[in-house]
């Protein structure tokens, strides 16, 4: 029993805060659109998105950072 409750412990120490409007960009389908200007390299969306929408993309990036490299959009990141 105590290792479940070390676990939980961790767990409330890492937590990520949720944007506002992440649920509603999500059914707009923003993610698709964010994650498909990453793999296009699309400078243009990735400029909309990180002046529109930082908190969302940055919250997306935590929660998908097993699948997606996000490398062009680091690199578009590096260059602000």
Not at 37 to 60: G, P
Request: proline share 1%.
């Amino acid at each position: 029993m105590e290792e479940v409750g070390e676990a939980c412990r961790v767990l409330d120490t890492l937590t990520i805060e949720i944007p506002d409007d992440f649920y509603t960009l999500m059914t707009q389908r923003k993610h698709i659109e964010f994650e498909r200007a990453d793999l296009q390299n699309n400078l243009i969306k990735l400029e909309y998105f990180y002046t529109n929408h930082r908190a969302f993309c940055e919250y997306h990036m935590k929660l998908t950072k097993g699948i997606y490299h996000w490398s062009n959009y680091r690199a578009f990141l590096s260059r602000q």
